[in-house]
């Protein structure tokens, strides 16, 4: 049974993962100096399946071919599919295109929890405050610039990648409801993630220079992306999703632009418009309309109790 605490710790939760997700681009974007974009996912996700591996060595059950293949569909989305679509996506197009295609991620989420989810209908409430939200998302990126062009590729892949998210957001809503360990879980996901990349790894110019990984940078930036962006929060976004289900859980997905800004003005010496600050306010506007709950389950109590998975 899902407690009135437990939503709080899973809006917490989510809190807390797009934090860590919202400084990831600072760490991708010193590693991409001597490795490419393909290498950061793998060595990121390595990292995070052995991490994984170690905390939680034992065999996930999953009991059935069905089962197994949805495990099969997550890693494919929300490891391998996702990431390369996003990063071809890149070279396509300006980083500020895909920052604000990928806000509209809890759209596509919430129409297709609609049709294939229960308890998780579309509200008048949520488009209103998708509007606002993403408005604001838009002012964040721009940051008083308003350099956005249309590009189609790129822009197009920006736009699938928000889908394969939304399908794996779905998905693990479903694994969710297996009861199996979270951790174990997870690492099963990134199981079949990974190897969904091997057959690109064959097809990009991968260099076996193992001297890149004696740059102090480099090391922290891949310890950091591989426990903490991938082990860490992988699993704390899968219980959210659990918990509080697939909807309200990728509304937290609006506030990844503003991290970034605040992360970029912080450790790279941009600067924050006022522009972009009334971009802060109407994302999160924007995102109290969408879910009137979501703050009142944030501060209700300052106990969160453990969620068990077995």
Request: net charge positive; with cysteine; charged share 10%.
């Amino acid at each position: 049974m899902i407690t009135t605490q437990s939503r709080s710790a899973g809006h917490v939760a989510a809190l807390l993962t797009i934090l860590i997700w919202g400084s990831t681009y600072i760490s991708t974007k010193v590693l991409l100096v001597d490795f490419t974009s393909i290498e950061i996912l793998f060595y990121r996700f390595s990292i995070g399946f052995l991490t994984l591996l170690i905390v939680y060595p034992h065999q996930v059950k999953t009991g059935g071919l069905q089962a197994e293949l949805l495990y099969v569909a997550a890693g494919l989305s929300g490891v391998a599919l996702f990431f390369l679509l996003e990063n071809i996506a890149l070279t396509y197009t300006l980083a500020s295109n895909v920052g604000v295609i990928m806000s509209i991620a809890p759209l596509f989420t919430a129409i297709l929890a609609h049709f294939l989810l229960e308890g998780e209908g579309l509200r008048p409430r949520f488009f209103t405050g998708f509007v606002i939200a993403v408005s604001g998302v838009v002012l964040i990126i721009c940051n008083g610039s308003f350099l956005l062009q249309l590009n189609p590729l790129g822009d197009m892949l920006a736009v699938l990648a928000s889908v394969v998210w939304a399908v794996y957001s779905i998905l693990m809503r479903k694994i969710s409801r297996f009861g199996h360990h979270l951790v174990g879980s997870t690492r099963k996901v990134f199981f079949y993630g990974l190897l969904c990349m091997i057959p690109v790894l064959f097809v990009r110019d991968i260099r076996l220079d193992f001297a890149r990984f004696a740059d102090p940078s480099n090391l922290f930036n891949l310890a950091f992306l591989g426990f903490a962006a991938s082990a860490l929060c992988f699993v704390t976004w899968n219980w959210s999703v659990g918990v509080l289900g697939a909807v309200k859980t990728s509304l937290y997905i609006y506030l990844v632009p503003l991290i970034t800004l605040v992360a970029a003005a912080i450790f790279l010496q941009e600067k924050i418009t006022g522009v972009a600050i009334f971009g802060t306010f109407l994302t999160l506007g924007g995102m109290l309309l969408s879910d009137g709950q979501l703050f009142r389950h944030l501060f209700q109590t300052k106990k969160y109790p453990g969620h068990t998975n077995s």
